[in-house]
């Protein structure tokens, strides 16, 4: 028995739903070797088989995930004496390859064991019904869901604690919780000290792997989120210099001018010119 529904939302969003399903696989069950386009993410409820990903393969059996990336090439096979059952559900958006970590996949670690507590196995079941059911209400309870089992799949990892091994995840993670900070309050006077605060660790640490995973700093990152917000507002409204530099978090206005200037070429009032004339109609 194979149940597969796909689904085309009307909306993008960071992390978009491609297809699900679920299927209890006969004994000569075999996929061939094959690449996806998509995020796929496969939870064995039941049964033993082999998970082949590039030149390693790697046994799988019930309570274990294993995920597809886009263009790898993979194939799997089931236990003649003990077939798999399982449900999967694909994936894609911008922000699809920055979760894998936090879910504990990658490149060297395709499989791993989610804690029966976290089974997703009903959640994959309920994202067929919505998908087969009528209602724009649906595509709402959808991204819950798509949330509701990655953040399933997060907490197993972290209660197995291989996360703790893994600095350079462990580093993104920290570094994730500082870039949000630092776009939800820019528009206040925040400094580094306040991120470092906000993400519990020593400033000198956190500025360390800030630097090592984005290849700038705090300050230049804080400065960067400060100046692209100021350009949206320069070019979609008629706001002053000074109610936009107040609006990024600058009481200054003269100081925002100048260094609006430096990161971009031309000052605030220049810029605004030049974006109404280019983007007035001919």
């Given at each position: 028995m194979k149940i597969e529904t796909y689904y085309a939302s009307k909306n993008e969003y960071d992390?978009?739903?491609?297809?699900?399903?679920?299927?209890?696989?006969?004994?000569?069950?075999?996929?061939?070797?094959?690449?996806?386009?998509?995020?796929?993410?496969?939870?064995?409820?039941?049964?033993?088989?082999?998970?082949?990903?590039?030149?390693f393969t790697y046994p799988i059996r019930q309570n274990?995930?294993?995920?597809?990336?886009?263009?790898?090439?993979?194939?799997?096979r089931t236990n003649a004496e003990n077939p798999l059952h399982f449900s999967w559900f694909a994936f894609a958006g911008?922000?699809?390859?920055?979760?894998?970590?936090?879910?504990?996949?990658?490149?060297?670690?395709?499989?791993q064991r989610l804690h029966p507590q976290y089974s997703?196995?009903?959640?994959?079941?309920?994202?067929?019904?919505?998908?087969?059911?009528?209602?724009?209400?649906?595509?709402?309870?959808?991204?819950?869901?798509?949330y509701s089992i990655m953040s399933n799949i997060a907490q197993s990892y972290s209660l197995s604690g291989k996360h703790k091994k893994n600095s350079q995840t462990?580093?993104?993670?920290?570094?994730?919780?500082?870039?949000?900070?630092?776009?939800?309050?820019y528009i206040y006077p925040i400094t580094v000290t306040d991120v470092s605060k906000h993400v519990g660790l020593e400033r000198s640490y956190l500025s360390k792997i800030?630097?090592?995973?984005?290849?700038?700093?705090?300050?230049?990152?804080?400065?960067?989120?400060?100046?692209?917000?100021?350009?949206?507002?320069?070019?979609?409204?008629?706001?002053?210099?000074?109610?936009?530099?107040?609006?990024?978090?600058?009481t200054d206005e003269y100081y925002f001018s100048r260094v609006f200037r430096q990161a971009v070429g031309v000052p605030p009032s220049r810029y605004r010119t030049n974006a109404k004339t280019h983007l007035s109609p001919l």
């Open positions: 992390i978009n739903l491609r297809y699900c399903g679920y299927e209890e696989c006969y004994p000569d069950f075999k996929m061939a070797p094959h690449v996806r386009s998509e995020y796929l993410i496969h939870y064995v409820t039941q049964g033993e088989g082999e998970f082949t990903c590039g030149n274990d995930l294993f995920i597809i990336q886009p263009q790898q090439i993979v194939s799997y911008e922000k699809s390859d920055q979760q894998l970590p936090l879910l504990g996949f990658s490149d060297e670690c395709p499989v997703i196995e009903e959640n994959i079941h309920l994202l067929v019904e919505h998908i087969n059911s009528p209602g724009y209400q649906n595509e709402f309870a959808i991204q819950s869901i798509i462990t580093a993104f993670v920290h570094v994730k919780k500082a870039k949000s900070y630092i776009k939800c309050n800030f630097s090592q995973c984005t290849g700038t700093t705090i300050q230049k990152y804080i400065l960067n989120v400060r100046i692209q917000r100021s350009r949206f507002l320069l070019e979609q409204t008629d706001y002053s210099i000074k109610e936009i530099s107040f609006s990024v978090g600058m």
